[in-house]
């Protein structure tokens, strides 16, 4: 055999040798990734729950009829019902609606882990300095401040990753929404008086999407 029709015979056999690793490897990864479905789908992840306790009301006044001023602390637990996956919140930002306008800025919340099972308690304070809102949404404001409850809308936009062993997911989009009824100058006003502050305890479920 000459010595052309050896390196010809040689490159073959590499070929060979190249195709068989590559099938090789790709089957591992379809195997791999087949167990996780497997075992993502029998463990069937649960949405977190989450729950507004309450909301302090600082400042929630119409200064003009298009500027709304607003300083809210509320108080957000967040639990995992899972027993067996993990929750990375990554990004959490909290704001309030008004009849579907924006009232207050962002407020992030830390990003945190949340084990099996576990729950978080948040208290962070929304607010909103001056903010322009339409002109009916100012009047509808002071109408419903006279008439004794103002219902508000607490938002939470965010990030999360599930861990289940070691395997952690990719980034999923949360949404939550509480809807807050605050009963101000109601005949039935329930609300606690908090330094400069009144708190009204609501125990109120929120809608989470994910």
């Not at 306790?53 to 009829?65: G, S």
């Not at 962002?106 to 729950?119: K, L, M």
């Amino acid at each position: 055999m000459s010595e052309k029709a050896c390196d010809a015979h040689a490159d073959d056999e590499h070929r060979r040798l190249l195709r068989r690793g590559g099938a090789a490897t790709l089957i591992l990864i379809v195997i791999i990734l087949f167990i996780i479905l497997i075992v993502w789908s029998v463990l069937q992840p649960t949405k977190p729950r989450f729950t507004l306790q309450d909301a302090t009301i600082f400042t929630l006044n119409v200064t003009a009829p298009n500027v709304i001023s607003v300083i809210i602390q509320i108080t957000v637990t967040a639990r995992n019902p899972n027993s067996r996956i993990g929750i990375y919140y990554d990004k959490l930002d909290v704001f309030a609606t008004y009849r579907n306008q924006q009232i207050t800025y962002y407020t992030a919340i830390q990003p945190v882990y949340q084990g099996n099972r576990e729950f978080n308690v948040w208290s962070p304070f929304i607010y909103g300095n001056e903010v322009p809102v339409a002109p009916y949404n100012g009047i509808a404001l002071t109408q419903d401040k006279e008439a004794g409850a103002v219902v508000l809308a607490i938002n939470i936009n965010g990030r999360v990753r599930w861990r289940v062993g070691d395997f952690i997911s990719g980034r999923y989009h949360l949404h939550v929404l509480c809807s807050a009824y605050i009963p101000l100058g109601n005949s039935k006003n329930t609300g606690i008086v908090v330094g400069s502050g009144v708190k009204y305890q609501l125990s109120q479920a929120c809608n989470v999407n994910v």
